[in-house]
């Protein structure tokens, strides 16, 4: 299973950009979805994070300018980015943590899956 994003791209100081991103094939259970960014020189970081009960968080560098939504049940999360600086310019990766089968959620056993990254530039 490989998790697909879309969205990114080029975008003016103070403009507005929309991620997404999805699984290629059927999970047994997500646990938890984020998206996690990294600028060039730099090590990669959480940004934002949903889990299965809906909770969310986001770090002090995004927080009130992203938003993360998701539904872990449909295992799908998007992340809306409002009022993007030039610093915000970084690759962007989501984040599944999952339970691959039943067998897998009794141990308690998770897995992690990896977006390909998506390039956010923000520049005018």
């Known amino acids: 299973v490989q998790l697909q994003a879309s969205g990114g791209g080029l975008v003016q100081p103070g403009g507005s950009m929309r991620l997404s991103c999805a699984p290629s094939?059927?999970?047994?259970?997500?646990?938890?979805m984020g998206w996690y960014r990294q600028a060039p020189g730099e090590q990669r970081e959480l940004i934002a994070s949903i889990t299965s009960g809906g909770t969310t968080d986001s770090s002090d560098s995004v927080r009130g300018r992203f938003t993360i939504s998701g539904d872990t049940a449909n295992a799908m999360v998007e992340l809306q980015m409002n009022n993007l600086e030039p610093e915000d310019t970084a690759v962007y990766y989501c984040?599944?943590?999952?339970?691959?089968?039943?067998?897998?959620?009794?141990?308690?056993?998770?897995?992690?899956?990896w977006g390909q990254g998506t390039q956010v530039t923000v520049s005018s």
């Open positions: 094939a059927s999970i047994y259970r997500v646990n938890v």
């Open positions: 984040y599944f943590q999952v339970f691959s089968s039943l067998y897998d959620y009794r141990l308690r056993r998770r897995k992690d899956l």
